[in-house]
């Protein structure tokens, strides 16, 4: 299965933020350009910082918690196919 999402919707769901989390490990990130509500670019790019700030951390579990609470179902019947 293929569903095409928006970058809207996968920024939505925490999982943009928790990738980039991983990708500090190892000094790069997913840069998303956004002009109002348009992606305008997206790019992988070497990055000296590590991690987020406090807020961004909170915000960040917040919505993948939510993500994975609404979705559960969906996600173990899809890995016991």
Request: charged share 30%; glycine share 8%; hydrophobic share 35%.
């Given at each position: ?29 997913l ?51």
């Amino acid at each position: 299965m293929v569903e095409k999402k928006t970058w809207q919707e996968f920024r939505n769901t925490g999982l943009l933020w928790f990738i980039n989390t991983t990708l500090h490990l190892f000094g790069w990130a997913l840069v998303v350009e956004i002009d109002g509500d348009e992606v305008k670019n997206c790019y992988p790019a070497r990055i000296k910082f590590r991690g987020f700030g406090e807020k961004d951390t909170d915000e960040g579990y917040k919505k993948l918690t939510g993500y994975v609470a609404d979705n559960i179902n969906d996600l173990v019947k899809e890995v016991e196919e």
